[in-house]
């Protein structure tokens, strides 16, 4: 198999054979490329004030969009989260709203 094509790499100078069946990705980080959270119906919201920096939400979170901050707490990558609300469910502080984001 020749090398495999990023998506950003189609050009007319390459063949289908140099393409994966439905642009999977196979290496990592591919998910940098793109902004995969365009189409999320519902966002997370930290409420600032009752958050504790426990950061048991940050390993939960299937598209690792929670980060970390220098001041103890997270903050979202909006970029890639996708609205699941696995974060909002599992947070013990009722620290992060769960609003409608539509648009
Ligand atoms: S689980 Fe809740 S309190 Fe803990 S870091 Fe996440 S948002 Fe903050
Ligand atoms: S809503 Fe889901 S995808 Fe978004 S930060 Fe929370 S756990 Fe991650």
Same mark, same amino acid.
């Given at each position: ?16 054979? @140099? ?6 990705? &196979? ?16 966002? !997370? ?13 940050? !390993?939960?979170? &299937?598209?690792?969009?929670?980060? !970390?901050?220098? @001041? ?6 909006? @970029? ?16 992060? @709203? ?6």
């Amino acid at each position: 198999m020749n090398e495999v094509k990023k998506i950003e790499e189609i050009n007319e100078d390459i063949s289908w054979r @140099d393409i994966t069946p439905g642009g999977v990705a &196979p290496w990592a980080g591919g998910a940098e490329t793109f902004t995969t959270g365009d189409w999320r119906t519902m966002r !997370p919201v930290l409420i600032e004030d009752k958050c504790t920096g426990c950061l048991l939400c940050w !390993p939960t979170c &299937p598209d690792t969009s929670i980060i !970390p901050t220098d @001041d103890g707490k997270i903050k979202y990558d909006y @970029d890639h989260c996708k609205g699941c609300g696995v974060c909002v469910e599992v947070c013990p502080f009722d620290a992060i @709203d769960f609003v409608e984001d539509i648009s």
